[in-house]
T-cell receptor, first 112, second 115 residues
Framework: AQRVTQPEKLLSVFKGAPVELKCNYS??????LFWYVQYSRQRLQLLLR??SRESIKGFTADLNKGETSFHLKKPFAQEEDSAMYYC??????????????FGKGTKLSVKP | DAGITQSPRHKVTETGTPVTLRCHQT?????MYWYRQDPGHGLRLIHY???????DKGEVSDGYSVSRSKTEDFLLTLESATSSQTSVYFC??????????????FGPGTRLTVL
């Protein structure tokens, strides 16, 4: 079964501390993986996609196929990073093309 | 923000009443989606559309129906609202896989309360 697991509902860190939001997936093929962010009462927006291997707002994420993980990292958290973060998987093949499978989300709280 | 709007943005209704939520896009994207967002559940797909009059069920489709008569509009209907359908509903759009546009763009959400 295709599944995305975000084990932490809430992650609380102090400003300047490193952050790692965990994401593990279950998929038999080669998926596309994304991180979406939702700031308070705003719409979801794409933060990262594994294909582009980019760094956005200081965040990076590496796809580890051996561990089936796509953890989101930032070396120094800022207060404005406080938000809800969702990891999502999109199967590359199959009838439901384009559909995303979301994890349950991790709420990041960065304290001053 | 991508050209996606949702209406209404907030609605309070009573159990047993019909409710229709509208998603409107100006991006001419082929795919449209309806999700619900609930604490502890994240986002779950209700229905999606891969073209005009082409729709399919998602993970949590029971109690919901959809229609897409035009590219730009995707309607979500709760035929007889129940309290378990109290949620925040998000619409999203995308282009088909393989077009080089991998991202789903989301609307601002509709907060629905069923009393």
């Amino acid at each position: 079964a295709q599944r995305v697991t975000q084990p932490e509902k809430l992650l609380s860190v102090f400003k300047g501390a490193p952050v790692e939001l965990k994401c593990n997936y279950s998929y038999s093929g080669s998926p596309e993986l994304f991180w979406y962010v939702q700031y308070s009462r705003q719409r979801l927006q794409l933060l990262l996609r594994h294909i582009s291997r980019e760094s956005i707002k200081g965040f990076t994420a590496d796809l580890n196929k051996g561990e089936t993980s796509f953890h989101l990292k930032k070396p120094f958290a800022q207060e404005e990073d406080s938000a809800m973060y969702y990891c999502a998987l999109r199967p590359r093949y199959g009838g439901s093309q384009g559909n995303l499978i979301f994890g349950k989300g991790t709420k990041l709280s960065v304290k001053p | 923000d991508a050209g996606i709007t949702q209406s209404p943005r907030h609605k309070v209704t009573e159990t047993g009443t019909p409710v229709t939520l509208r998603c409107h896009q100006t991006e001419n994207h082929r795919y449209m989606y309806w999700y619900r967002q609930d604490p502890g559940h994240g986002l779950r797909l209700i229905h999606y559309s891969y073209g005009v009059k082409d729709t399919d069920k998602g993970e949590v489709s029971d109690g919901y129906s959809v229609s897409r008569s035009k590219t730009e509009d995707f309607l979500l209907t709760l035929e007889s609202a129940t309290s378990s359908q109290t949620s925040v509903y998000f619409c999203a759009i995308s282009e088909p896989v393989g077009t080089g546009v991998n991202e789903q763009f989301f609307g601002p959400g509709t907060r629905l309360t069923v009393l």
